[in-house]
């Protein structure tokens, strides 16, 4: 029972950080209907600057502020180098595009900033536990969910209070219908780039803070899992992206515990076949619109 | 047509790949042993492009899993080849007795094929439960989950693979050094990708391709022509793949994973990947390109002050940055979806326009065939709370015109998607004669012979013309014996289209694009029409127009029509009856004279 707890707990801070991806790529999905398959692009961004302002001697808290605002940078650059041009275009355009985005930054990251692992120092406490009542706990995954917490909150309270966000969730419900009612449309997809950077941006902390290093290729798998995410919860639901963050953190903890030594090696592929299971009978996702399309 | 159509493809995609594998042979010629093994390597990843643009080009599924495909096969072919001598000090431990079987290269290309073809049987079944249709989503992630899966289970499935170290490799001398298995296979692939493109399954699968609600609505099943596609396109990556392992002489897992996924994708975006001849022409670009960028960052090159420029690496930025950049300039490629063969054929093609009489018959009535009756009973429909039909009846005769009107949001739209299987009735049946239609998905419907228009015309947008209404002919059911079914070419005429029939669609302006949507329709064999409001946009004098486009077009198949309008003047002078919903309700039915003096139609329109 207690190990269970700590399996949960553990895999609820994993999930947090998926959660933060997630929800940026929903809202991205939302506004664009593209799915920003180079939303990991702003984590990679995110190690080199962490490895480079660590380098300069920098703290933790100065490297969390430098990612977050790197982060916010990459993302408003790339809506603007390369998906303002492909805005209306057909998904099949967008997706490729998107994929070309994160070829493109890889292949710059390997030549001309470094093909090699940076290595940094991860904060003291990262390892830290604490006991409660017989559980364990680890410290990170406490702060990581309460950081969360809070990051959340003042998202909701963006898009439900402030103008910007209202004009964000009328635009996800009806592009169209909203530029006619006076809906600025750049600034409404920049601001969506932007939020979703911040979020990025908070979940890299986090994955940098864990992992401490830096490569052309940190950003691939927090990539991943962050669509695999929005689309357990069903594209275009910002709850649902945030949910299955939080679903797919805690299955991959479960079977990483669970799973026979052999198998172990086999996780993510495991991840994935549920996955396509899940799309393979439920193609909204779980919490997906099962709209029928208008005609 | 006096030659069958398949016979131009087949020849065409030999004269491709005889090209191909030409030129190759002149360029090795010129250098030594790099420049031979640059060419096989290129041939063999045209097979494997060519592979993938039969699902990509004629579905418009993004796949990132044909590379996936890819590695079950080659470890299949490598497994099935390997010498047990060799074999048993690599995998002597492999399971179901795997490590003393040894067969001839050709039996291990047909195990290769053999195995990913059961592979592409669970991925197949997968992608069309989950929706799959161009620019799916989750149709991608689940060929990228293919992608991921077969890499993994290569690396830990040791006993099997040989692990991501060593992996598996033939013993010396083991390799294939002839060019003859490559070029016989290319050509194979050419003219197997060329004459899928021209069946008539690969015909419907572009038709989804470009619309998959219009193609559902014509009687198109996109689920199986998806289906097919990917069985024909996996068995040709089988191939390709194979000769890949045999040709390397080796195999890892990261053989085929996101490198080799990123070329062969981008060497099909870049060509066009909606014709074979660009996939080939893909390859050929790439394949000079990324040597250029190999020579530039080698060194032998030293450009004053650009060193720091050109390095190792550039090829994979060349990659990415081909396909980021042809997706944000040219999104189709530089061929789009020209075929070498299609347009030398359209030189011979001529043709002349037939005669066709639209005077005669301009009432449907006059088709001596038995008169069969669409009927939806009781109709009621909810969404959520929401109540958008409400025991709402109608029925027509396949000799009459009926008119289906009502103020905005009175259901109209919703009781024709009812009938045609778009939307669920909550409650009621829907008959064709004695045929019950009631819950069958649309293109089932469509080939019962109740076929529909939509309020926002959708054309099969990259097809031209002609081939719109082709494949609506190809996708018909089975057509009643004794109603008349004319050509192609006489739908054209009657549509007026004769002189654009080689303009793609979305080309057409608004008139012609609606009257290519009622030839479109009637090609499909229809019992009835449903149009849903074909003159909204439209004109007085093209509406009045549209009337005896209708009526003609209707009284060539013998088809009975149920439209909706709200261009009164179009109604009155069309049906010979007129059914009137208010609030999800019949309120009205009867001649158009009845319904202009019905008070309670006054009423609803008038708000009053």
Known sequence: MTQLIQQLVDGLGRGSEYALIALGIAVIFGVMHLVNFAHGELITVSAYTSYWLFSAGLGWWAMAIGIVVSSVLTSLLIEFVAFRRVRGAADFTMLLTSFGVHFVSQALFVMYVSANVRNFNRPGWVTDVVTVGGVRFEVFDLVTLGVTAVTLAGTVWLLRRTTFGVSLRAAAEDFDAARLMGVRSDRVISGAFALAGLLAGVAAVFVLMRTGRASPTAGLTPMLKGVLAALIGGLGSLQGAVLGGFALGVVEVLLLARLPTAWVGLTNGIVFVLIALLFTFRPGGLLGDHRVERV | ????????????????????????????????????????????????????????????????????????????????????????????????????????????????????????????????????????????????????????????????????????????????????????????????????????????AKA???????????????????????????????????????????????????????????????????????????????????????????????????????????????????????????????????????????????????????????????????????????????????????????????????????????????????????????????????????????????????????????????????????????????????????????????????????????????????????????????????????TSGMSDSESLAMIDQVRATAAAVGAGVVVIDHDLGFITGICDRITCLDQGAVIADGTPADIQADPHVRAAYLGA
């Open chain 2, 1 to 204: 047509m006096t030659k069958p159509r398949w016979v131009g493809s087949a020849l065409g995609g030999v004269v491709l790949a005889l090209v191909l594998i030409g030129g190759s042979q002149l360029y090795a010629a010129w250098g030594g042993m790099a420049r031979d093994n640059l060419a096989s390597q290129m041939l063999i990843n045209a097979i494997v492009v060519v592979g993938i643009q039969v699902y990509i080009g004629n579905t418009g599924v993004l796949s990132f899993g044909h590379v996936g495909f890819g590695g079950v096969a080659g470890y299949a072919f490598a497994v099935a080849v390997i010498p047990p001598d060799r074999k048993a000090t690599i995998i002597g431990n492999a399971p179901f007795g795997l490590a003393d079987v040894h067969v001839g290269h050709l039996a291990g290309i047909v195990a290769a094929i053999v195995v990913a073809l059961a592979v592409a049987l669970l991925v197949g079944y997968a992608l069309v439960r989950s929706g799959a249709r161009a620019g799916a989503v989750s149709a991608t992630v689940i060929t990228l989950a293919l992608l991921f899966l077969v890499h993994e289970v290569a690396v830990n499935w040791t006993d099997l693979t040989g692990g991501d170290r060593a992996g598996l490799s033939f013993p010396v001398g083991g390799a294939l050094d002839s060019l003859w298995p490559i070029a016989a296979a290319l050509v194979g692939a050419v003219v197997v990708a060329r004459l899928f493109a021209t069946s008539t399954t690969g015909r419907l």
């Open chain 2, 208 to 534: 989804a391709r470009e619309d998959d609600l219009a193609a559902r609505a014509m009687g198109i099943n996109p689920a199986t022509a998806q289906f097919l596609a990917l069985l024909v396109s996996v068995a040709i990556v089988a191939v390709g793949s194979s000769l890949r392992v045999w040709e390397l002489g080796t195999i890892t897992p990261r053989f085929f994973f996101f490198d080799y996924t990123l070329l062969t994708l981008t060497m099909l975006i870049v060509g066009g990947r909606n014709s074979v001849t660009g996939a080939l022409a893909g390859v050929v670009v790439i394949t000079a390109g990324n040597e250029l960028t190999r020579y530039l960052a080698g060194p032998d090159v030293d450009i004053a002050g650009l060193g720091w420029l050109l390095r190792d690496g550039l090829s994979d930025i060349f990659l990415g940055g081909a396909m980021l950049g042809f997706m944000l300039v040219r999104a189709n490629g530089l061929l789009d979806d020209w075929e070498l063969d299609e347009a030398l054929l359209r030189r011979w093609r001529t043709r002349r326009q037939p005669a066709t009489d639209t005077s005669t018959s301009t009432s449907a009535a006059a088709v001596p065939v038995d008169p069969i009756v669409l009927r939806a009973d009781e109709i009621t429909v909810e969404f959520g709370g929401f109540q958008a039909l409400e025991r709402a009846s109608v029925h027509a005769a396949s000799t009459e015109v009926v008119g289906l009107i009502g103020p905005n949001g009175a259901g109209k739209t919703t009781l024709i998607n009812v009938i045609t299987g778009l939307v669920p009735a909550t409650e009621g049946r829907v008959e064709l004669g004695d045929h019950d239609l009631t819950g069958l998905p649309t293109h089932r419907v469509a080939r019962a012979g109740v076929v529909r228009t939509f309020q926002n015309l959708r054309l099969f947008g990259a097809l031209t013309v002609r081939e719109n209404i082709e494949v609506a002919a190809l996708a018909a059911g089975r057509h009643r014996p004794g109603a008349p079914r004319p050509s192609t070419d006489e739908l054209l005429a009657l549509a007026q289209l004769w002189d654009l029939r080689d303009r793609r669609a979305r080309e057409l302006d608004y008139g012609n694009a609606r009257r290519l949507e009622l030839a479109r329709a009637a090609a499909a064999a229809p019992v009835f029409l449903l149009l849903d409001e074909p």
